[in-house]
């Protein structure tokens, strides 16, 4: 299978040459790029390359024979004989991973510059096997600003009376960055093809909204795109929308069907900061005003570690910074975002990632200036937030604990989210302004802290409230009274 990635620039227009593409994708124009997969090989090569035109194309082969030797079910010739070793599928998705895995991250260590700058791209799949169609493929693409060009295949030249395929070269074209068509091609090609190459469980939930957060959600194909990635399995299919509604705020269902896809890519440039990142910088904003300054923060439901690396970079003079939680893949994921295995043995020691459960007694989360609890509460039952109270309050007693929870009462703002419901199929409960107001205050008068109330997000113009509620609980200094 091909797909070929272009870049091409106007000296009256752009101040880089299209060959910087290279450094953006990690590989030369000058050499060939060879790497071994599982299902066979890709390479990575260059047709041209000059200042105003640069194209780098990724030929994939897959092994059909090797796929199936060693197989025991019911032979079929369809094993054999098939269309995926040409037509793009999810072996392609992998071998994106596996070969553009930086430039999926976004990383350009030579270029900085252009790694988030939108850039003239195109990206052709010269064979693409999709039963959705014409329309099915222009409505996963033009809604993120790109505009499509396609060629339906017959299925035999010799034979035109036998008529077309399902098979189409496709073209799109538009202003990206170069982790966004990557991300973009990873996640749709298998959606249009409608078939994976491996099994489909939680692991496949994590790689959408990792690969999804920031556009997935405003998309107004979001609920097919989910099913057919997910293979039509709707509990996985729910929980991946559900997280990517969390982390980027609930939009209004009105708003994504009255806007026109032509303006998706503009809509999303001038978006408000996603809720998820307002609560990261409301929390190390907590972190970075305690005084004395804080010296040894943990993270607690510390998940894929976007808190701890915005406290690494944003608060200064800070010691230590931990980051716990009950989920062993979540922990991995977090080792991989804060590059603990590029970190020297200084820089090492001075994070910790580990796992652990908030109703048990532990050892170590003692001796931190401050815990972060940012959308945690509400993922326990709440006859087991008295264990979470003694863990946290009686036993780690930090000098400041920061707790975020949604507030129940903004639901009704988001025609999306119908009454009744939370806004993540794994919270046990979701509280109002009022009652987070008399837990919160009845903790902190018990364990000996003062707390604090802070809206996360935009206020409603009806009176309910921001979308998050934040507490912020400082110990009491001994000999201060009790509120």
């Given at each position: 299978?091909?797909?070929?990635?272009?870049?091409?620039?106007?000296?009256?227009?752009?101040?880089?040459?299209?060959?910087?593409?290279?450094?953006?994708?990690?590989?030369?124009?000058?050499?060939?790029?060879?790497?071994?997969?599982?299902?066979?090989?890709?390479?990575?090569?260059?047709?041209?390359?000059?200042?105003?035109?640069?194209?780098?194309?990724?030929?994939?082969?897959?092994?059909?024979?090797?796929?199936?030797?060693?197989?025991?079910?019911?032979?079929?010739?369809?094993?054999?004989?098939?269309?995926?070793?040409?037509?793009?599928?999810?072996?392609?998705?992998?071998?994106?991973?596996?070969?553009?895995?930086?430039?999926?991250?976004?990383?350009?260590?030579?270029?900085?510059?252009?790694?988030?700058?939108?850039?003239?791209?195109?990206?052709?799949?010269?064979?693409?096997?999709?039963?959705?169609?014409?329309?099915?493929?222009?409505?996963?693409?033009?809604?993120?600003?790109?505009?499509?060009?396609?060629?339906?295949?017959?299925?035999?030249?010799?034979?035109?009376?036998?008529?077309?395929?399902?098979?189409?070269?496709?073209?799109?074209?538009?202003?990206?960055?170069?982790?966004?068509?990557?991300?973009?091609?990873?996640?749709?090609?298998?959606?249009?093809?409608?078939?994976?190459?491996?099994?489909?469980?939680?692991?496949?939930?994590?790689?959408?909204?990792?690969?999804?957060?920031?556009?997935?959600?405003?998309?107004?194909?979001?609920?097919?795109?989910?099913?057919?990635?997910?293979?039509?399995?709707?509990?996985?299919?729910?929980?991946?929308?559900?997280?990517?509604?969390?982390?980027?705020?609930?939009?209004?269902?009105?708003?994504?069907?009255?806007?026109?896809?032509?303006?998706?890519?503009?809509?999303?440039?001038?978006?408000?900061?996603?809720?998820?990142?307002?609560?990261?910088?409301?929390?190390?904003?907590?972190?970075?005003s305690l005084d004395p300054p804080a010296r040894?923060?943990?993270?607690?439901?510390?998940?894929?570690?976007?808190?701890?690396?915005?406290?690494?970079?944003?608060v200064h003079g800070l010691e230590h910074v931990?980051?716990?939680?009950?989920?062993?893949?979540?922990?991995?994921?977090?080792?991989?975002?804060?590059?603990?295995?590029?970190?020297?043995?200084?820089?090492?020691?001075?994070?910790?990632?580990f796992h652990g459960s908030l109703v048990y007694?532990?050892?170590?989360?003692?001796?931190?200036?401050?815990?972060?609890?940012?959308?945690?509460?509400?993922?326990?039952?709440?006859?087991?937030?008295?264990?979470?109270?003694?863990?946290?309050?009686?036993?780690?007693?930090?000098?400041?604990?920061?707790?975020?929870?949604?507030?129940?009462?903004?639901?009704?703002?988001?025609?999306?989210?119908?009454?009744?419901?939370?806004?993540?199929?794994?919270?046990?409960?979701?509280?109002?302004?009022?009652?987070?107001?008399?837990?919160?205050?009845?903790?902190?008068?018990?364990?000996?802290?003062?707390?604090?109330?802070?809206?996360?997000?935009?206020?409603?113009?009806?009176?309910?409230?921001?979308?998050?509620?934040?507490?912020?609980?400082?110990?009491?200094?001994?000999?201060?009274?009790?509120?």
């Amino acid at each position: 299978m091909l797909l070929t990635i272009t870049c091409t620039t106007l000296p009256e227009r752009h101040s880089f040459p299209a060959t910087d593409l290279g450094f953006l994708l990690h590989k030369n124009p000058a050499s060939l790029f060879e790497k071994a997969t599982a299902f066979g090989a890709a390479r990575v090569f260059y047709p041209e390359a000059t200042a105003e035109r640069c194209t780098a194309a990724l030929l994939v082969e897959v092994d059909p024979v090797g796929l199936v030797r060693g197989n025991r079910s019911a032979a079929a010739l369809a094993q054999y004989v098939s269309d995926r070793p040409y037509a793009a599928s999810s072996f392609l998705s992998v071998a994106l991973g596996e070969v553009f895995g930086t430039a999926l991250a976004g990383r350009c260590k030579e270029r900085p510059d252009l790694a988030d700058t939108r850039l003239p791209l195109s990206a052709t799949l010269h064979v693409l096997d999709c039963d959705g169609g014409e329309d099915l493929i222009r409505r996963v693409w033009e809604p993120l600003g790109y505009a499509v060009e396609l060629t339906r295949l017959p299925l035999d030249e010799r034979f035109p009376a036998w008529g077309e395929s399902d098979l189409y070269t496709v073209t799109v074209s538009g202003d990206q960055t170069a982790r966004d068509l990557l991300t973009h091609l990873y996640v749709l090609v298998p959606v249009l093809d409608n078939a994976k190459h491996y099994g489909v469980g939680e692991d496949e939930v994590e790689k959408l909204v990792r690969r999804g957060e920031g556009w997935l959600h405003a998309h107004p194909e979001k609920d097919l795109i989910a099913r057919r990635y997910l293979r039509y399995k709707r509990r996985l299919a729910d929980a991946a929308l559900a997280r990517l509604a969390d982390i980027e705020g609930v939009p209004d269902a009105g708003e994504a069907e009255d806007a026109a896809p032509r303006d998706a890519a503009e809509r999303r440039l001038e978006a408000p900061a996603r809720l998820n990142d307002r609560r990261i910088a409301a929390a190390v904003e907590a972190a970075r005003s305690l005084d004395p300054p804080a010296r040894r923060v943990i993270d607690l439901g510390c998940g894929e570690g976007k808190t701890m690396e915005a406290l690494r970079k944003e608060v200064h003079g800070l010691e230590h910074v931990a980051g716990m939680d009950v989920s062993s893949f979540a922990l991995e994921r977090a080792a991989r975002r804060l590059r603990l295995d590029r970190l020297g043995e200084r820089e090492r020691e001075r994070v910790t990632l580990f796992h652990g459960s908030l109703v048990y007694r532990d050892a170590r989360l003692a001796g931190y200036d401050v815990a972060l609890l940012t959308e945690v509460i509400e993922h326990l039952d709440p006859d087991r937030l008295r264990s979470l109270v003694r863990v946290v309050f009686e036993h780690a007693r930090p000098r400041r604990i920061v707790v975020t929870t949604p507030n129940a009462e903004y639901n009704g703002v988001w025609a999306a989210l119908p009454a009744g419901k939370f806004r993540h199929p794994d919270h046990r409960f979701e509280w109002t302004r009022a009652e987070f107001g008399v837990w919160a205050e009845g903790v902190a008068g018990r364990q000996g802290y003062t707390v604090a109330f802070v809206g996360i997000g935009d206020e409603d113009d009806e009176g309910r409230g921001t979308p998050t509620q934040m507490a912020v609980f400082d110990r009491l200094r001994t000999g201060e009274p009790h509120c």
